[in-house]
C-alpha cells in the first residue's frame, strides 16, 4: 500500500542576508529491516524561492507496511546552490522525525511538529498529511457464454476458450485472462470469474479492451473464431455482442452474451485503519516448567543484565506495530500452565488462563506487559502442561463484542509458547469456533522444541477443519522464533503481522462492513 505526503511548513528561520531563506525539504525513510537500518533518501520537494512558510506542492509518495516500524525523517534545508545536491552545500533549518505508523493513524489527518536542530525544539513547524494513494482494488465478476459459433470445416464443433486482452497505449494488446476451454459446443458456458479492475482495464472503464473466441485444436494450436471490442462501462450496461471475423468485420461469426458482469468495491486495510478501525491486541505467555528456571542463564524466560528474555523481544516486536493502533493502549495479558496459591481458597491451582494484569481490563502499554510477565515470574511455580484452548476461548469472549458499521475492531491475540500443545484436538475446536469472528491468533514458539503441530493449525493450504466443522477463515499464523534469532526483531514483526491486513478486510467484508469516512476536522 502506498500513501503521499503534503508537506508544509511554517515560521522557518531566515537564513538568507538580503533575501528571505530558499527552503526545500528532503524526506528519508529508515526501517531496520531495510539497508542495515541506514537512513535512505526516498523524494525532494520542490525549492521554494523566498518564502519562510512554504506549502510544497511535490507529493511524497512511500510504501506503507503494516508488519514494520517505518520512520520518517523531514530535513528542511535553505537552497544556497541549485548546481549541488548535496544537503551539507546548504543552510540548514531544521528536521523532524516521527513513525510513519503515526502518521497513517491520526485521525485529523495531519500531523505537526517542531523542527529540530542539534536535537533542540525551534520555533520553526512542519505539518504533514497523509492519504492513501488511490489505487484500484475493486473486482468485477465476469461470467459469458455463446451461441452460433462456427464449426470447423462446417463438421466438427468447437473447443471453445475466451481471451481477453487490454489495449496499450502504443495499440499494442495485452492478455489479462484466458477462460476454461468447454470441449465439442457452439454454445458453451464458461465458469464465472473475478479479475482486479486494475488488471483487466488499469481501472478505465472506458479502456478498449477485446474479446476473442479462440478454437483450440487437439494438438493445442489456436484459431480466431470471432473478436469483439468493447470497454468495461459496455460490459456492465450491455447484455450480448456480435462477433465478428478477425479480419472481416462484416462477416459475423456468433454472438456473445453477458450472464454476469458485476463490479465489486474492495477496500483497503489502511481504508479501515484512516476510517477508525481499533485493532487490540491480547497477550498469552506460556508459564509451564518446560520453559526452565527462569534464573538460570539458556533458559527462555531467563533475561541477561540489560537484555530481554526471547518471550520478551517476542512481545515488543509484535507488540510496538500494534500500539500505534490501539486507541486507549490497553492490553490484556494472562498467562497459562502456571501453579500459584489461590487467596480465595489458600490452595495450589494451576491456571490455563491467569491474569497478569493488576485489573480485568488489561495493562498499560507494552511496558506494562513487559512489568507484568517480569513480576508474575517470581510469585508462580512453572508448571504444566501446554494448553491452549481455554486462552482461545478467554480472547474469542472478549472478540465477539458486536462490530458494526459505527464500532469496527479486530483483535490479534499473540500466543508464545516454548512447548508441544497438548490439548490440539480441544484447541482446534476453538480456533473453528472463533473463525467467524474479528480476531486472529498469532503463535510465537520459542526454544528448540517440535512444533509440527502448530502446522495443522496454520491452516495455509486448506481450511481447519475438526470433528465435522470447517473454520470460516484462516485465522492462525505460526512462527518459530528460532528462525530469526539472528535478526532484528522487527524482522519477526514483519513475519508475524504480514497476514493481519488481509484477515481484518476479509472479515469485514463477510459482515458488509465499509470503512468509515476519515474524520473532517475544520481547520485553525
Known amino acids: 500500500m502506498r500513501v503521499e505526503l503534503s508537506i508544509s511548513c511554517r515560521d522557518l528561520a531566515d537564513k538568507d542576508l538580503f533575501s528571505k531563506s530558499d527552503p526545500m525539504c528532503v524526506v528519508f525513510m529508515r526501517s531496520v529491516l531495510v539497508a542495515n537500518g541506514q537512513w535512505i533518501e526516498v523524494a525532494r520537494t520542490e525549492e521554494i524561492r523566498d518564502n519562510l512558510n512554504p506549502d510544497f506542492a511535490t507529493p511524497i509518495v512511500v510504501e506503507y507496511r503494516f508488519e514494520e516500524v517505518q520512520y520518517m525523517r523531514f530535513v528542511v534545508v535553505d537552497i544556497d546552490d541549485v548546481n549541488t545536491k548535496q544537503l551539507n552545500k546548504h543552510d540548514f533549518l531544521g528536521e523532524a522525525e516521527i513513525e510513519l505508523s503515526r502518521l497513517v493513524t491520526n485521525d485529523q489527518g495531519a500531523t505537526t511538529l517542531n523542527l ?11 505539518t504533514i498529511k497523509c492519504e492513501q494513494v488511490v489505487e484500484s482494488q475493486d473486482e468485477i465478476t465476469l461470467q459469458f457464454s455463446a451461441e452460433s459459433l462456427p464449426k470447423s470445416a462446417y463438421v466438427f464443433k468447437p473447443n471453445p476458450v475466451l481471451l481477453i486482452q487490454r489495449s496499450r497505449e502504443d495499440g499494442s ?8 476451454m468447454k470441449t465439442s459446443t457452439t454454445s458453451p458456458v464458461w465458469d464465472k470469474f473475478k479479475i482486479e479492475l486494475s488488471r483487466l482495464c488499469g481501472a478505465d472503464e472506458f479502456r478498449p479492451l477485446r474479446i476473442s473466441c479462440l478454437n483450440v485444436s487437439s494438438n493445442g494450436s489456436t484459431k480466431v473464431l470471432g473478436t469483439v471490442e468493447t470497454t468495461l462501462r459496455d460490459l456492465t450496461i450491455r447484455d450480448s455482442f456480435v462477433l465478428t471475423h478477425p479480419n472481416k468485420s462484416s462477416e459475423i461469426r456468433g454472438i456473445l452474451k453477458v450472464r454476469t458482469a458485476v463490479v465489486e468495491k474492495k477496500y483497503s486495510f489502511l481504508e479501515y485503519i484512516m476510517g477508525g478501525t481499533e485493532i487490540r491486541l491480547m497477550v498469552a505467555i506460556d508459564l509451564t516448567r ?8 539458556g533458559t527462555l524466560h531467563y533475561a541477561p543484565p540489560g537484555g530481554m528474555s526471547d518471550y520478551e523481544k517476542a512481545i515488543r516486536a509484535v507488540g510496538n506495530i500494534i500500539a500505534a493502533y490501539d486507541s486507549d493502549n490497553i ?29 480485568e481490563d488489561g495493562v498499560e502499554g507494552v511496558d506494562g506487559i513487559i512489568q507484568a510477565y517480569r513480576s508474575v515470574l517470581p510469585n508462580v511455580q512453572l508448571w504444566g502442561p501446554t494448553v491452549f484452548a481455554q486462552v482461545i476461548r478467554w480472547a474469542a469472549s472478549k ?5 458494526s458499521q459505527s464500532q469496527q475492531h479486530f483483535t490479534i491475540l499473540l500466543i508464545i509458547t516454548d512447548g508441544v500443545i497438548t490439548d490440539l484436538d480441544a484447541t482446534k475446536a476453538e480456533i473453528i469456533q472463533a473463525s467467524s469472528l474479528p480476531m ?34 484462516d485465522i492462525v499464523q505460526f512462527v518459530p522464533f528460532r528462525d530469526f534469532v539472528n535478526q532484528p526483531y522487527e524482522a519477526l514483526a514483519k513475519h508475524t503481522l504480514e497476514e493481519v491486513p488481509g484477515q481484518l478486510t476479509t472479515f469485514m467484508k463477510s459482515k458488509n462492513i465499509v470503512p468509515n469516512p476519515r474524520p473532517v476536522y475544520p481547520s485553525t
Open 116 to 126: 529540530k536542530d542539534q536535537g533542540q525544539p525551534t520555533k520553526s513547524t512542519i
Open 331 to 359: 492490553f490484556p495479558v494472562v498467562g497459562f500452565g502456571a501453579k500459584f496459591l489461590d487467596p480465595s481458597t489458600g490452595r495450589e491451582t494451576i491456571s490455563h488462563c491467569l491474569n497478569l494484569a493488576p485489573t
Open 399 to 403: 472478540a465477539s463484542e458486536p462490530v
Open 290 to 297: 518446560s520453559n526452565g528456571d527462569p534464573n538460570l542463564p
Open 173 to 180: 494488446w495485452i492478455p489479462v485472462y484466458r477462460t476454461e
Open 440 to 473: 486472529c491468533i498469532i503463535i510465537v514458539g520459542v526454544g528448540a522444541a517440535d512444533f509440527d503441530a502448530m502446522d495443522q493449525l496454520d491452516s495455509d493450504e486448506q481450511l481447519l477443519s475438526f470433528g465435522g466443522h470447517t473454520a470460516v477463515a
